[in-house]
């Protein structure tokens, strides 16, 4: 399964930036996708995530600002950022797994495969 993550940029805070995650030459049904972001310096840190039942799941540092939906096709998974501050800055990942039972959806280790990542910049 490959992954591709795009629609970063640079804005300014409270603008909004949506990120699209596609797949090639498969669909997102029976997968879970997150995204994950990575600042420089800190470690990888979980953002959103919509599992393969479309339960969706928020860090509480993105909660009520963040929203993660898949489309009709089940070929993208979007991540519409709203009220964006600096520290939202970071590259954000997609990342998917067709495991059914993930022990915890928030860790890196529970996906099996990754996009290239985008920056999103965002300026104060």
């Known amino acids: 399964v490959q992954l591709q993550a795009y629609g970063g940029g640079l804005v300014q805070a409270g603008e909004s930036l949506r990120l699209s995650c596609t797949t090639s030459g498969h669909s997102f049904s029976g997968y879970s996708v997150a995204w994950f972001r990575q600042a420089p310096g800190k470690v990888r840190e979980f953002a959103a995530a919509?599992?393969?039942?479309?339960?969706?799941y928020y860090a509480d540092s993105v909660k009520g600002r963040f929203t993660i939906s898949r489309d009709n096709t089940l070929t993208t998974v979007y991540l519409q950022m709203n009220s964006l501050k600096p520290d939202d800055t970071a590259v954000y990942y997609c990342?998917?797994?067709?495991?059914?039972?993930?022990?915890?959806?928030?860790?890196?280790?529970?996906?099996?495969?990754w996009g290239q990542g985008t920056q999103v910049t965002v300026s104060s």
């Open positions: 919509i599992r393969w039942n479309t339960n969706t």
């Open positions: 990342a998917a797994t067709e495991r059914t039972i993930l022990s915890n959806l928030g860790v890196p280790s529970s996906y099996d495969y």
